[in-house]
């Protein structure tokens, strides 16, 4: 089991930046891939931005140069840095971890964390 708790969502002014965090439970370093995703209007989770294990990442092009994934395995952290900021950007985002567990790969989610992009 692996629990993950998200933090830095809050109100921002658009052309502004954000930090968000997702601290697992245990150590990342074996995880598979972690990320985050996002409501989007029809309440579905869309992707944003994905870390492997061995440290790739993808976005999906609406966020492509101004969000960055990133992971301290110290801290068993992984971070979004989110600049300029529009009102498109707010929802609620989730943290994701893929683990293999027992020979099997197990997906698990953070509570989420609200972002407002208004002025």
């Known amino acids: 089991q692996v629990q993950l708790v998200e933090s830095g969502g809050g109100l921002v002014q658009p052309g502004g930046s954000l930090r968000l965090s997702c601290t697992a439970s245990?150590?990342?370093?074996?995880?598979?891939?972690m990320g985050w995703y996002r409501r989007d209007p029809t309440k579905q989770r869309e992707w944003v931005a994905i870390m492997t294990h061995g440290g790739q990442t993808k976005y999906i092009d609406a966020v492509k140069g101004r969000f960055t994934i990133s992971r301290d395995t110290v801290k068993n952290t992984i971070y979004l840095q989110m600049n300029s900021l529009n009102p498109e950007d707010a929802t609620v985002y989730f943290c994701?971890?893929?683990?293999?567990?027992?020979?099997?790969?197990?997906?698990?989610w953070g509570q989420g964390t609200q972002v407002t992009v208004s002025s």
């Open positions: 245990k150590s990342i370093a074996g995880f598979v891939t």
């Open positions: 994701n971890a893929n683990v293999l567990e027992e020979a099997e790969i197990r997906d698990y």
